[in-house]
């Protein structure tokens, strides 16, 4: 059974920093991509960044580009986003999501499993 947990959300100032873990099991991790993705109330739900199979690529939405960092342990199945910079806007439910064999798409639709998300809020 393919399980993501998501963790390390929370409340921060604006200006700070967090960082989000996902945890993955029951799935050959080296062989997904994995994305982060984000659903503040009322929005839909909206890429954030991706990483490749082999860590090799990355790809940012241009809202957090330059602030966020998405990585990748192979060994501990965990791939996370270190966000930098923190505003309001980003303040949602944060995803993660496998794609096998992906390179970090933007597009949901293409990632098989999902976690259940952590919540990042961020105070003005």
């Known amino acids: 059974q393919v399980q993501l947990v998501e963790s390390g959300g929370g409340l921060v100032q604006a200006g700070g920093s967090l960082r989000v873990s996902c945890a993955a099991s029951?799935?050959?991790?080296?062989?997904?991509?994995m994305g982060w993705f984000r659903q503040a109330p009322g929005k839909e739900r909206e890429f954030v960044a991706g990483?490749?199979?082999?860590?090799?690529?990355?790809a940012y939405a241009d809202s957090v580009e330059g602030r966020f960092t998405i990585s990748r342990d192979n060994a501990k199945k965990t791939v996370y986003l270190q966000m930098n910079s923190l505003k309001p806007e980003d303040t949602a439910l944060y995803y993660c999501?496998?794609?096998?064999?992906?390179?970090?798409?933007?597009?949901?639709?293409?990632?098989?499993?999902w976690g259940q998300g952590t919540q990042v809020t961020v105070s003005s």
């Open positions: 999501a496998a794609h096998l064999l992906g390179n970090g798409s933007p597009h949901p639709a293409e990632y098989q499993y």
């Open positions: 990483i490749s199979w082999s860590g090799g690529r990355t």
């Open positions: 029951g799935l050959t991790f080296s062989s997904f991509a």
